[in-house]
């Protein structure tokens, strides 16, 4: 069983930053990846950044390269999102999710955090 605790989320002017955390905590393996995710009002849920164990390779989503970095506390299974130059276009619940590398699929999730862009 594994547990996701986001934090971090709340409102902010466009142009400015934020940063996620994610916690995890429970069952934990050699190889796995954890990520972001976000669904806006009305929107199907996006990927938005994925970091893995052990080789620490990063992957984002278009919408939100050269804005966004995720990052990962190695001793604490915990991953960051830093969120700069925000767009109201960014406000979206956004949710912390872990898969084990043999999965396809990211099947756990956290609760979400709320992160809103005011114009």
């Known amino acids: 069983q594994v547990q996701l605790v986001e934090s971090g989320g709340g409102l902010v002017q466009a142009g400015g930053s934020l940063r996620l955390s994610c916690a995890a905590s429970?069952?934990?393996?050699?190889?796995?990846?954890m990520g972001w995710f976000r669904q806006a009002p009305g929107k199907e849920r996006e990927f938005v950044a994925t970091i893995t164990w052990p080789g620490g390779w990063a992957a984002y989503a278009d919408s939100v390269k050269g804005r966004f970095t995720i990052s990962r506390d190695n001793a604490k299974i915990t991953i960051y999102l830093q969120m700069n130059s925000l767009k109201p276009e960014d406000t979206a619940v956004y949710y912390c999710?872990?898969?084990?590398?043999?999965?396809?699929?990211?099947?756990?999730w956290g609760q979400g955090t709320q992160v809103t862009v005011s114009s």
């Open positions: 429970g069952r934990t393996f050699s190889s796995y990846a």
């Open positions: 999710a872990a898969r084990m590398t043999s999965q396809a699929q990211f099947g756990f």
